[in-house]
């Protein structure tokens, strides 16, 4: 049934509005998190945090669950751009339905790749990152001082802000649901995310 589910237009793009939503509520999840490193305790919340994800015994299935929805997420997106691209002018004219067309709509798919480089980073550069010296506060802080670092990480929030701004509100047309309040909680869900995100490497690498 998944399989075939997943093999029709319509059913991709269900696909693709629900592991969005559900990636969208990881951030959420994550940005509360990571708020700990604006704590001022010099990181004894936030380090406290992290060992009890690290330590907690659903953390591997959790983790494995959203590699699944990210992969399925990423795979769906490529197949639904490919067909429309071979469509038009009917696969534009059926875009245009969801979500609207502008800026964020039509660098949906760059601005996914850019998220996916930067996922890809911030995992080398944190999950498996060396800690030898000191704790994950340590290395946060440490990596956020880096003039080059800090750069990328803001203007990928930025991107990421663009990206979820579509991407919300045409998951919920997707899904039959439309309405301003829908697009007006997209944006300031949106807003949150990528301002909250970016603040963080500013505060630590110039504020703090």
């Not at 998944?2 to 991709?12: D, E, N, T, V, Y």
């Amino acid at each position: 049934m998944p399989s075939k589910l997943f093999s029709s237009p319509i059913g991709k793009k269900m696909g693709m509005a629900l592991t969005g939503l559900i990636l969208y509520g990881f951030l959420i999840g994550h940005l509360l998190g990571n708020l700990l490193l604006l704590k001022g305790d010099g990181g004894q919340a936030f380090n406290a945090y992290a060992e009890f994800l690290i330590n907690h015994p659903l953390i591997i299935p959790a983790e494995l669950f959203l590699v699944v929805v990210f992969l399925l997420h990423v795979y769906l997106a490529i197949s639904v751009t490919r067909e429309n691209r071979r469509a038009r002018p009917v696969g534009y004219q059926a875009t245009q339905s969801v979500g609207g067309r502008n800026f964020a709509s039509y660098t949906m798919i760059y601005s996914g790749i850019i998220v996916l480089v930067f996922l890809v980073l911030h995992l080398k550069t944190f999950k498996y990152g060396d800690k030898a010296e000191g704790t994950l506060y340590d290395l946060v802080s440490a990596t956020f001082q880096q003039t080059g670092y800090l750069v990328w990480y803001v203007i990928a929030m930025l991107v990421l802000g663009v990206h979820l701004w579509h991407a919300f509100q045409s998951a919920f047309q997707t899904l039959s649901v439309r309405s301003d309040k829908i697009r007006s909680l997209g944006l300031i869900l949106c807003l949150i995310l990528a301002l909250g995100f970016g603040f963080l490497p500013v505060y630590l690498g110039i504020l703090k």
